[in-house]
């Protein structure tokens, strides 16, 4: 990979001092205190909604599913019985379907910009790159190397694998609960073995996007691997810091350094006293999030030993 001379020997830097793959990738005009700009309000948003609908979806539809449970009995009675929490439940899935149509118009706005080109540097489709950094990743997980250095893009291999299984599950879900909230009408054009389908199909397809893109694969990412622990903060306040980035994202950073994009995609420090209400509201959220995945993952630890020893 072709390395960027930004003369940041001059700015008083040393390469030592800074980052070991974007030393030689920073713009001379930047400062080093200068925050990227990783994802915009709109995704910040459409984030938020996504993550309480999909937890009030939970927490509303996982009782209905172990009704004969203790615990499932309980939780019901605590939030006002099966009827508020069928409310609850199609209030959340309104907000989770609002928040798909809002993806699919982000989507067609993409399209448009790009004359019909979703793929290519900076985009969700996987690419070489990123089969090379799962190689990579596996091959330093069972031993056989050091942990790579890996070269990713905006939007990591591990970031693709969630979104496209999320976004499959969604699809589904979406599906399965529309008929059964309107089973009359579904049963008037199809099978009414669909129906008991649909009713399999959602539980489940709950239950492994809990167990599996929530408590293993997205909780890991975004908050307990030791960089991001306890939580990453990108998709709460948009960006990060912009040599940080540089270290993390080296594809990308470079490609807006020779293209003289950087300055578009850069954002001010903020002041001392939005930063304190920030950190302050940061701690809240990360607390409310930490919970929730012990719930669930207790849960799902539940599920798994009964799973097992009903053989």
Known sequence: MASVDTGIEEAGITLEQAPEHASAAMHPAIHIRKRFRRFTPFQRWVH?????SFSILVLTGMPLKYSDQAWAQTWMGFIGGVQNSGMLHRFAAIIM??????MLG?????LIRTRGRFWGPGSMVPNWQDYRDLKAMVNWFIGRTPRPRLQLDRYAYYEKGEFWAASAGVTIMCATGAILWYPEVAARVLPGIVINFALVNHSGGALLAMGFVVVFWHFFHAHLRPEAFPMDKAMYN????LEEYAHERPLEYERLVKEGKLEDVLMEPLSARRMQYENILWWVITGCALVLWATFTIFVVWVTYHWLISF
């Open 106 to 110: 982000f989507f067609a706005t993409i």
């Open 97 to 102: 379907v609002t928040c798909v149509i809002c």
């Open 48 to 52: 938020f909604f996504i993550m309480v």
């Open 238 to 241: 948009g960006g990060l810091p």
